[in-house]
């Protein structure tokens, strides 16, 4: 350093005991021992709390989540360590998960608003028409919500690809371009784009195994009795039914909710020529105002008052959820929105951000009326 010192005065920045060792650390001209530094500078595991190791050329190579900046070593992404099936974090090796019944890991800060069966979800259904009647959007028609476990999901969505094949097939014999507009409007509405399908609109009658009371945690946090029935979906309109995968948290069933709500609300208002990208792009956008009245705007929902200002005349909804959210609930609900806004696929993400911009700069009911006429966003 330039410098002449007593040897019990060179001391670490960290430690302040004498620096004996040949070698020694520098950070903003201070000394430290090497091992002070690695305490202090170098990065921990958030999973597993080691110092992440550093690779074959020595340099300190971790993960880290786009939106939680959750750092961790390269090798939990493929040793088994568990990931919330909500939130996406890796929780740290000491935290218990709870294990639904098809394996998913939900963790304990996401379990606290977890719904978990139909009965449970009905309010948050109300609440949800009522932001839609508020946007003057109503729903006329009873259409069933249905929360469901995954294996259920699948197969309701095999069941309508299924009837959308065989339609499909039966108008290709007497008009292929009438086919290929039916392909798209089935298509188009088949699940919520998440790595899973969570939410489905169906059209066709099947009978759909719903989960009727909410289970208990047994041992090893593992989720039991799990009491489902068959319930039979009936055509009396356009819509059969709206099913959603249980165990997730309520801003993030909440948010596929309002996805699938305006898928119904497409079908049923007429709406049949939309391309895959407007109408999951238009789906997203209801979805986002949605988490945007829950948690920026709080009880008061005047985010989505604003975002439909020069749409609709009528009163803003209120939040479904009286009183102020947690923390965590705040994050999740801002992560939500997060993955809505950055999704790289075209129909989603680029959907949404198109759909978006049309709706702030035109209100969203000259939005929809645009799209009744042309098929496609104003811009």
């Known amino acids: 350093m330039d410098e002449v010192w007593h040897p019990q005065c060179f001391k670490c920045y960290a430690c302040n005991k004498p620096i004996s060792e040949y070698e020694f650390a520098m950070h903003e001209d201070q000394p430290y021992h090497k091992s002070c530094y690695k305490d202090f500078f170098h990065p921990k595991c ?91 959007m109503k729903v006329e028609q009873q259409v069933p919500l249905l929360l469901v476990e995954r294996q259920a999901l699948n197969e309701a969505l095999e069941a309508e690809k299924s009837v959308s094949r065989m339609i499909i097939w039966l108008f290709c014999r007497q008009c292929f371009v009438y086919s290929q507009l039916i392909c798209s409007y089935f298509l188009s509405s088949q699940g919520h784009h998440l790595p899973e399908t969570r939410g489905l609109c169906l059209s066709e009658e099947q009978i759909v195994r719903t989960i ?27 819509v059969t039914a709206i099913l959603i995968l249980y165990g997730l948290p309520r801003l993030q069933t909440g948010s596929i909710l309002a996805h699938e709500m305006m898928h119904a609300y497409l079908r049923l208002k007429g709406y049949r020529s939309l391309s895959p990208q407007v109408e999951e792009g238009i789906c997203q956008v209801l979805s986002h105002l949605w988490l945007e009245s829950e948690i920026i705007a709080g009880a008061s929902g005047n985010a989505a008052s604003s975002s439909a200002s020069s749409s609709s005349s009528s009163a803003a909804p209120t939040s ?60």
């Open 46 to 136: 958030d999973v597993c709390k080691n110092f992440i190791p550093t690779n074959k050329n020595g340099l300190i190579e971790y993960r880290a989540h786009p939106f939680w900046m959750q750092k961790y070593c390269p090798s939990h992404e493929d040793d088994g360590t568990p990931r919330c099936c909500s939130c996406e974090r890796m929780e740290p090796t000491d935290i218990k998960y709870i294990t639904l019944d098809d394996g998913r890991k939900l963790c304990l800060e996401c379990l606290t608003s977890a719904t978990m069966d139909s009965p449970e979800c009905q309010h948050l259904y109300m609440d949800i028409q009522e932001f839609f009647e508020g946007l003057n």
């Open 212 to 238: 009727l009371k909410r289970p208990t945690i047994g041992p090893g946090n593992r989720i039991m009795d799990m009491i489902t029935g068959p319930y039979k979906l009936v055509r009396r309109c356009e």
């Open 320 to 379: 479904s959820k009286k009183g102020a959210k947690t923390e965590f609930e705040k994050k999740l609900g801002a992560f939500i929105k997060n993955q809505i806004e950055t999704d790289s696929s075209v129909e989603y993400g680029d959907g949404f951000r198109a759909g978006i911009q049309a709706v702030e700069q035109y209100g969203l009911r000259s939005t929809l009326d645009h799209m009744r006429l042309t098929g496609s966003f104003p811009y």
